[in-house]
């Protein structure tokens, strides 16, 4: 054979046995990757892979290590941020023998500043314990409009609208209705974080003494006020090394004192003065202990609180559907208080939402997750009756007596039911029913108008409402409040002077409407006709067609 074909022959070998490795004519795949690639790149020229393992989970933290759950674990169980080089670590400049240490720790120092910035900005977002934020106001909290316009353009715009009107007239079946329901934002927003986004929770309360505003904000507790701020309560570490949490919060109606339930049963007794005198004295330096810790074994899930209108008794609602009367007794300490269990009675079949009691503690209007309500006679609270079970198709948080109507109850069903419900209490007769667009989480009624707010958790995403005020008894809209995101009211509160309410909404922050004037006079007992929408219930009633107010006082109306 010719030496050219035995070259050819060799050469058409070697390119099948390439081909066979390789499987593919057409293209390269390479098995390892050139150094030369990272060093091309200028922001990668400075690694060697070589020399530098950056998987090394002890010289710095990996982005794996900054986004696990372990991570944001210890951030929650410090309170603070340390640095993640807790060491000034020198950066050399110029050439040394020892060229690689140096490129290393350069590379290392670089890491760890990004990652220390990394920790930093998720800890800011996600406000882990952060002290300065607590029920903080700032102007940029208000809410802002959805649609903002270039002043040439709005002015241009005005003037337009100006000209058409001359210029054309009007057709009447066009115009716009001149009933409109208003629209309302809040004149204040606090920053509340670590605001639990919880249904079954009452997390915030108002002073009828001292105007001040309680909030639980996980497992610490701040009060607020117009002018001192935000004021500590209770530490977190207090119920956190408890393995406990705040369920609930009360102010006394009488006094200074004020509660706090968990859920693990406790309940905590505090005296306004005393944290006001600590925090003036130490700031947040030093907390004060609880004046005396309640805790009963068999109560668990402390979800609602309220105070009989005396400010010595507790009404309590758990978990488990019971009812707890826990009576508080002084001491011979002026600062010094003993609580005891009075009464416990077994109320509803699964878990207690809400709680409201009527002027003169006669009657208790218990809401649970079993979808009712029950209303009980409470006049001899060692042997509560019950009278009524006043059903719902879902869980009954919202529910509240009538202030000028002692035999009118109002209460509100959940998500699945979303109905406010109007109840005459001497009978047990529903008297009328209205579907909202959510779920009902709190009723107040007005003390000096015939009007009621409710306010909604989950309801229609695209048209998302905190808050609607209601006339009664026809239930027209005058005033609602609306968000430009879907936003849930948790709870809600009457102000001291009964003007406005505080809501607690999932995106920790507490909410200040105004609804009412404060010139407007306080009604005390309504005898109307058409009231109760039943001529039998209004005769058994013994309505006049009149109201009027308390014995003709100045303060009251009287209407005929």
Request: some cysteine; aromatic content about 10%.
């Amino acid at each position: 054979m010719p030496k050219e074909k035995k070259h050819h022959a060799a050469s058409q070998k070697k390119l099948a046995a390439k081909v066979s490795i390789s499987g593919y004519q057409d293209r390269f795949i390479p098995y390892t990757a050139s150094t030369a690639v990272y060093r091309a790149s200028l922001s990668l020229r400075r690694f060697d892979p070589k020399e530098i393992d950056l998987r090394d989970q002890e010289s710095s933290l990996s982005p794996q290590r900054l986004s696990s759950p372990e991570f944001f674990n210890d951030l929650r169980e410090t309170g603070n941020y340390e640095p993640v080089n807790s060491q000034n670590t020198s950066i050399f400049t110029t050439d040394s023998p020892n060229n690689t240490e140096r490129r290393q720790t350069i590379t290392c120092t670089k890491l760890k500043r990004e990652q220390e910035k990394y920790r930093d900005t998720i800890a800011e977002l996600l406000g882990f314990h952060n002290s300065e934020r607590v029920l903080t106001f700032n102007q940029e909290n208000k809410l802002k409009p959805l649609l903002k316009l270039d002043a040439t353009l709005a002015l241009e715009t005005t003037n337009l609208n100006e000209e058409r009107s001359r210029t054309s007239t009007r057709d009447p079946r066009l115009e716009r209705g001149t009933k409109r329901v208003k629209s309302h934002a809040a004149y204040k927003v606090l920053d509340a974080p670590c605001l639990r986004n919880d249904f079954y929770s009452n997390l915030i309360s108002w002073s009828k003494t001292t105007n001040a505003v309680l909030v639980g904000l996980g497992c610490s507790s701040y009060m607020w006020s117009e002018a001192l701020g935000a004021i500590p309560v209770l530490d977190h570490h207090y119920l956190f090394s408890k393995g406990d949490l705040i369920t609930c919060v009360s102010f006394s109606p009488r006094d200074t004192k004020f509660v706090i339930g968990t859920k693990d049963g406790r309940i905590l007794l505090f005296d306004q003065d005393l944290i006001i005198d600590n925090y003036e004295k130490y700031e947040d330096e030093v907390f004060l202990e609880p004046i005396f810790t309640y805790k009963n074994t068999a109560s668990k899930g402390l979800g609602c609180i309220e105070w009989l209108s005396d400010g010595e008794s507790l009404i309590v609602g758990d978990e488990t559907g019971f009812i707890n009367i826990i009576n508080i007794r002084s001491t011979l300490d002026p600062n010094s208080y003993h609580l005891m269990l009075f009464k416990r009675f077994k109320a509803q079949r699964q878990q207690v939402c809400g709680i409201s009691i009527n002027n003169d503690n006669s009657l208790l209007a218990v809401g649970g997750n079993d979808n009712s309500c029950s209303l009980w006679n409470i006049t001899d609270s060692e042997i509560p009756k019950k009278f009524f079970t006043l059903n719902h198709t879902a869980a009954v948080k919202a529910v509240a007596f009538c202030p000028w109507s002692k035999s009118l109850l109002a209460t509100g069903g959940g998500s699945k039911d979303r109905t406010i419900k109007f109840w005459h209490t001497k009978t047990g007769t529903l008297l009328n029913e209205f579907k909202v667009t959510g779920q009902v989480t709190s009723l107040i009624w007005s003390k000096t108008q015939k009007q009621i707010v409710a306010t909604f958790g989950f309801g229609d995403i695209e048209d998302p409402t905190l808050l609607t005020l209601f006339s009664f008894p026809l239930m027209t809209q005058l005033l609602h409040v609306k968000s430009p995101q879907p936003l849930r009211v948790l709870s809600a509160i009457l102000s001291p002077n009964s003007t406005a309410i505080c809501i607690a909404t999932n995106d920790q922050t507490i909410r200040f409407h105004k609804i009412w004037q404060e010139d407007e006079s306080l009604i005390k007992e309504l005898q109307e006709k058409g009231l109760y929408g039943s001529d039998i219930i209004e005769y058994f009633e013994g309505i006049g067609g009149y109201y009027q107010g308390d014995n003709g006082g100045d303060n009251d109306k009287t209407i005929r």
